[in-house]
């Protein structure tokens, strides 16, 4: 079956520095892949995504490319802030009836000032 | 703006006493889902609705049931919540037609206590 699997947190990092959460993934056929992001108390909201092969998304200075070599779609960012902190989830979606959702475990980002 | 809401955001209950959470949808989107979310783990997805057709997913307790009268509005409903039961409750929705994007949209999420 289909699978996510993302770098163990919490990460922590100081205020500029360069983010990256690694994710990869185990799916037959071309899935579409998502970054969302979920901040204390709140839902999920969508942070980027993309749908095929070498794709990149790209949303708030945040960047993944779908590397369907490596089954991977890492996120990066080039200078995180403290507002960054928050849990992202790593997901993949598969176009079928009812398109559902398989996600990581989630990793906690804490930004330092 | 379109957008998911639930209601309420924040839910206390009584061990045992029955709780119905919210969730509508401005986006007329055709498939809505409830998720159970403890300890910022991933969600776990309970059951969804493609419009009208409810499934659920085989490890989902039988304590947990769910309505949607029309495409705006679903329901979550905990016959008899248990200690256990306390968690993140998150509504999503997503749209199943041709020339669609496909990603699920989420909403604010409700948070139950159990007394």
């Known amino acids: 079956g289909d699978s996510v699997t993302q770098m163990e947190g919490p990460v922590t990092l100081s205020e500029e520095a360069f983010l990256t959460i690694n994710c990869t993934y185990t799916a037959t056929g071309y899935p579409s892949l998502f970054w969302y992001v979920q901040y204390p108390g709140e839902g999920l909201q969508l942070l980027l995504k993309a749908t095929k092969a070498d794709d990149k998304g790209s949303n708030k200075g945040f960047e993944a490319t779908y590397r369907k070599e490596t089954t991977s779609f890492h996120l990066e960012k080039g200078s995180v802030q403290v507002s960054d902190s928050a849990v992202y989830f790593c997901a993949l979606l598969r176009y079928n009836a009812g398109n559902m959702l398989t996600f990581g475990g989630g990793t906690r980002l804490m930004v330092k000032p | 703006d379109a957008m998911v809401i639930q209601n309420p955001r924040y839910q206390v209950t009584q061990f045992g006493k029955p709780v119905t959470l919210s969730c509508s949808q401005t986006?007329?989107?055709?498939?809505m889902y409830w998720y159970q979310q403890k300890s910022s783990q991933a969600p776990k997805l309970l059951f969804h609705?493609?419009?009208?057709?409810?499934?659920n997913e085989a490890d989902t307790p039988d304590n947990f049931q769910s309505r949607r009268p029309n495409t705006s509005f679903c329901f979550l409903d905990i016959r008899s919540p248990g200690l256990g039961d306390a968690a993140m409750y998150l509504c999503?929705?997503?749209?199943?037609?041709?020339?669609?994007?496909?990603?699920?949209?989420f909403g604010p999420g409700t948070r139950l206590t159990v007394t």
């Open positions: 999503a929705t997503s749209i199943d037609r041709a020339s669609s994007s496909y990603e699920q949209y």
């Open positions: 609705y493609y419009d009208k057709d409810f499934n």
């Open positions: 986006l007329n989107h055709n498939v």
